[in-house]
């Protein structure tokens, strides 16, 4: 008997998880070594406060050491601080905040919270691939709700749920409400008008939003990002992701926390207390230095926050332009770090490789390998009902470096000829 066939199966929860997506697509920006412009992890030089704020964790003893389970003292005060006005609350830092490995481990805390078998929680399509997967291991079912064009589909901000669609998902087994804003990976910021009726449908059925909000701090042009928290009568049935990695721009940190009433973020810390326990004391002092630093030069020439929207929004500019200029079709995102692109008009035709793949993945494979240039299918972030709505969408990332952009509106440009 080979030792194989002596080891338990793995758990049936498991049955539906193959390679992960980022694996797959990023082992091929890696092997082909490609400019990459898919993946959100920002590739510029970590700014020079951030790295002192580290020296300075790094030297202090007590930074070394485990820290409290449900977020490091320090941080949760500065996390308090910088929100309380923007909830127009003042929330207690020990009891409605949370601090996790990243806010994947603050989304997965708050599905397992919250989930039994047989559970549903709605979920603006498309969406990030985690709130899957963290469903899936919770046995709870996920119901999608596509955002639609309606209007001009190259602005984001016409990406907009049918009401009747969207209420039609809820029903007595509804649990949560999952979304983002600003969203990953249409580029859309709700408005307060949208989130007031995602609210109130939320209200009606008695449900839990768990608002993915990491990329609050990109916001472009005239937009405003509207925290669905803060509304009237919605802080005591809504949890606030956020994350230090897209906010400082730090991703590999994974540092990221969940703003809330003290009666849900108690539940969450019960899922962490069984996991992780607690995130890295050090990276955590850190952060609540780097939060610290940023309020005491808010609204000034050299705030940090200011700084990124402004980059990300001349990057997506300039990538916007190049692939304008070969004839897709961009959708100019309202902020944060993706912009969706069209390639339709490009006439690409991939059948005769019989991959039995979505178009936009063998446009994105296409491209990686025989270009150099690495982008992200859209069609992964969709369930199978509304695969066809992305068919030939690809999706790029903004937040790259002055060199990584050029080189990557340099390979766009040469896609014209081909």
Not at 315 to 325: P, Q, S, V
Request: charged residues 20%; contains cysteine.
């Amino acid at each position: 008997m080979k030792l194989e066939s002596a080891v338990p199966a793995p758990a049936h929860r498991l049955r539906n998880f193959g390679v992960n997506l980022w694996a797959e697509f990023s082992s091929l920006a890696v092997q082909h070594k490609a400019t990459n412009i898919g993946q959100g992890f920002p590739d510029f030089v970590v700014p020079e406060f951030l790295q002192e704020e580290v020296k300075k964790a790094v030297a202090l003893p007590s930074a070394n050491w485990y820290t409290r389970a449900q977020g490091h003292p320090r941080l949760v005060k500065e996390l308090a601080a910088e929100f309380s006005p923007l909830f127009n609350r003042n929330i207690d830092p020990m009891s409605e905040i949370m601090t996790a490995v990243g806010a994947y481990e603050a989304i997965y805390a708050a599905i397992t919270a919250f989930i039994n078998e047989g559970d549903e929680a709605v979920v603006i399509e498309p969406h990030f691939d985690c709130y899957a997967g963290d469903m899936e291991l919770c046995g709870g079912k996920l119901v999608r709700v596509p955002l639609r064009p309606n209007g001009d589909p190259n602005f984001a901000k016409n990406w907009t749920l049918d009401k009747d669609e969207f209420e039609a998902a809820f029903n007595e087994k509804t649990k949560l409400l999952i979304t983002t804003t600003p969203h990953n990976p249409v580029g859309k910021i709700f408005t307060k008008e949208e989130l007031e009726y995602i609210g109130g449908v939320c209200k009606k059925y008695n449900v839990v939003v768990v608002s993915d909000e990491v990329y609050e701090r990109v916001v472009f042009d005239e937009n405003e990002h509207v925290r669905i928290g803060s509304l009237p009568g919605m802080w005591e049935r809504v949890l606030t992701i956020g994350s230090a990695g897209k906010t400082f721009s730090v991703t590999g940190w994974k540092i990221g926390w969940a703003l809330g009433p003290a009666h849900l973020i108690s539940q969450l810390q019960h899922v962490s207390s069984c996991s992780t326990f607690t995130a890295p004391t050090l990276l955590q002092e850190a952060v609540a230095g780097a939060f610290e630093h940023e309020r005491s030069i808010a609204h000034t020439d050299t705030a940090y926050f200011s700084w990124l929207s402004t980059t990300l929004q001349k990057n997506c500019r300039m990538l916007a332009d190049a692939f304008t200029d070969i004839g897709c079709e961009p959708v100019w995102p309202d902020g944060g770090y993706f912009m969706l692109v069209d390639t339709a008009n490009m006439g690409w035709d991939f059948t005769d490789l019989n991959t039995g793949r979505c178009y936009d993945v063998d446009c994105v494979k296409w491209l990686t390998r025989e270009f150099k240039l690495a982008t992200i299918p859209i069609s992964v972030f969709y369930g199978d009902k509304n695969r066809h709505l992305a068919a030939k969408y690809i999706r790029v990332c903004c937040a790259k470096s002055d060199e990584t952009i050029v080189k990557a509106c340099e390979i766009i440009r040469s896609l014209k000829k081909n």
